[in-house]
């Protein structure tokens, strides 16, 4: 099926505000230009190669895990299995909408007159996407906390905890996605079709929404840098102390390395994507709402910062992978591990 015979989304009349349909008309450019963009086998190894390195990525962890007596990177651990299971799920449930789409070509209004099973693809790359960037700032304040109070009781969380922290965090992001099918905000498909996501249109329900999800995101990347960069100078003078030979740092260099990584990608990943919905939703508000479908190059540019995101679920695993102590060592084998600061730990 091509993109001409799909007509719910092409006419006008498929397209009222109210509904899911109607926000990008899939006419405005040629067939060969969509199939070049939204070719099946792009999508399907894509996703392979995702869901692969975070299934790699969580079966290193769990191993780790086990083998951990340190209550600090246990804790820090938990954090990390958590943003690999979020990946991991959020790659799977997008992937099993998406990539069907692309080479069935199915029409969205015969398949999902109701807009169920866009509101539930809007809603995962919602909650999917937001949860990483939570997450990743919860790491970077548990280690802030923990690197520049390393004595005091309060800085020390348990497994039990850390999981607690993780089910907040996925429970928000949860609410967060909700809104939509609450009232505030729409899932509508997104260009070329295959797809669900907020809409960047003047409506007042949907500024209010898409500042909510941007102005958040950028908010925890922001928070996430401000809090790993005293972090990571508070280590740095520890770290170089006369007094450090009797401190174990080692570990507390692995987590930093290993979140200010996380940190980088994420925020070559997301901020552009970010920053472009705060900038559309703002430059259309003198449009009181008349404007009823995307403009085109809006549509091709929303397409490319979402698959710049897609990047982040994919590399996120590999810093765990790469970073980590024994594959450090391997590449620098002058690194060698110091006494522990934990032993002064009442």
């Known amino acids: ?36 963009i939204t070719s099946p086998w792009f999508s399907t190894a894509f996703g392979l190669i995702g869901l692969c390195s975070n299934l790699f990525a969580l079966c290193v962890l769990l191993s780790s895990s086990r083998k951990l007596s340190s209550q600090a990177r246990s804790s820090f651990l938990v954090f990390l299995c958590g943003l690999v299971v979020t990946d991991f799920m959020g790659l799977l449930v997008t992937a099993s909408v998406i990539i069907p789409y692309h080479f069935i070509k199915f029409a969205w209004a015969k398949v999902d007159p109701g807009c169920h099973l866009c509101n539930f693809l809007g809603f995962s790359m919602v909650f999917f996407g937001q949860c990483p960037l939570l997450l990743g700032a919860t790491m970077a304040g548990e280690r802030f906390f923990g690197i520049n109070h390393p004595f005091s009781r309060s800085t020390s969380i348990s497994k039990r905890r850390a999981w607690s922290i993780v089910g907040l965090v996925w429970g928000f992001s949860c609410l967060l996605g909700l809104l939509p099918v609450l009232g505030l905000g729409r899932y509508t498909l997104q260009f070329p079709g295959s797809w669900c996501f907020l809409t960047l249109l003047p409506d007042t329900g949907d500024v209010v929404f898409c500042l909510l999800f941007a102005l958040l995101g950028i908010f925890s990347v922001l928070l996430s840098f401000i809090l790993n960069t005293v972090s990571v100078v508070t280590l740095c003078r520890v770290y170089h102390d006369r007094e450090s030979v009797q401190r174990r740092r080692d570990s507390e260099v692995e987590m930093m390395v290993q979140l200010v990584g996380i940190m980088i990608i994420a925020t070559i990943c997301w901020m552009p994507l970010l920053i472009f919905i705060v900038q559309t939703v703002l430059q259309q508000l003198p449009a009181d709402g008349r404007i009823q479908t995307l403009p085109t190059e809006t549509q091709k540019m929303l397409l490319i910062y979402i698959r710049m995101v897609t990047w982040n679920q994919i590399l996120d695993p590999w810093v765990y992978i790469l970073f980590r102590r024994a594959v450090l060592q391997r590449i620098y084998p002058s690194l060698r591990p110091r006494p522990s600061i934990l032993v002064l730990n009442p």
């Open 1 to 36: 099926m091509g993109w001409g015979e799909m007509d719910a989304p092409n006419s006008s009349a498929a397209g009222p505000s109210d509904t899911c349909f109607g926000v990008f008309n899939a006419s405005d450019g040629p067939n060969n230009a969509q199939n070049s």
